[in-house]
């Protein structure tokens, strides 16, 4: 997978793991690529989401007492399948984005400038409240599901589509670096994933996010400040 590839538009080849190979690639395969790239982008979010996810999935099917077990496992698997629905739906942004900013030709030449401005973008959104209203939405499923459960099929689909919004709201902007970085950098794969899962499970979660945001203002700062002096 990181075999070097010859992209369109780039001087040189570039790994699979390089900033905006993947998109780049998916770009160069038309149409064909494009449609692959989500599949690509949704195995990488069951794989860092899904994890943290399991104990509402837990919670919403023993919401369901009283329920067939035909159709309990039914509403949860609607409600599953919407969930990583709009993640694989997300993944058309990544290619759209590097269409009209070439993320591989810029981090080639101003790889500082660019990571330091996305850490920026991060940092401030991490400090914002509405991450936080997302991240006590993710960090605590029963009082999400006590606010947003809906009953029978349709309901479980619509339960499913907040708790996704909520999900893709508390965490695009981490996931807005790893493109940045490479969104087949496994290090830095490994590293998002971790933050995104102690944000979204541990008490300490607000405290994280916010020692995070402080982190990525001040990394993006000085990033900026090399680029430009």
């Keep these: 997978m990181d075999r070097w590839l010859r992209m369109p538009g780039s001087a040189a080849g570039l790994r699979m793991s390089d900033p905006g190979a993947p998109e780049a690639m998916a770009l160069s395969n038309g149409p064909v690529g494009i449609a692959l790239y989500p599949v690509m982008w949704e195995v990488m ?12 999935f837990r919670m919403y099917y023993r919401t369901l007492e009283g329920v067939a077990t035909a159709g309990r496992a039914a509403r949860t698997g609607v409600f599953m399948g919407t969930y990583a629905l709009v993640w694989a739906l997300t993944g058309v942004a990544p290619p759209v984005v590097n269409a009209l900013v070439p993320i591989a030709a810029i ?3 101003n790889s500082p400038l660019l990571l330091g401005g996305t850490l920026i973008l991060l940092s401030g959104f991490q400090l914002s409240p509405y991450k936080h209203r997302c991240l006590r939405y993710c960090r605590t499923p029963l009082g999400f599901l006590f606010e947003y459960h809906r009953p029978g099929i ?30 087949m950098n496994i290090p830095w794969m490994a590293g998002i994933t971790v933050v995104l899962s102690l944000e979204r499970v541990v008490e300490w979660g607000d405290h994280l996010a916010t020692g995070v945001g402080m982190a990525a203002g001040v990394g993006g700062g000085a990033a900026v400040l090399i680029a430009v002096l």
């Design 107 to 109: 981090a080639d030449q």
């Design 45 to 56: 979010m069951i794989a860092m989401m899904y994890p943290s996810s399991v104990p509402l």
């Design 154 to 183: 349709r309901g479980a689909a619509e339960t499913g589509f907040r708790f996704s919004v909520f999900c893709v709201g508390c965490c695009w902007a981490l996931f807005a670096v790893m493109i940045v970085v490479g969104s």
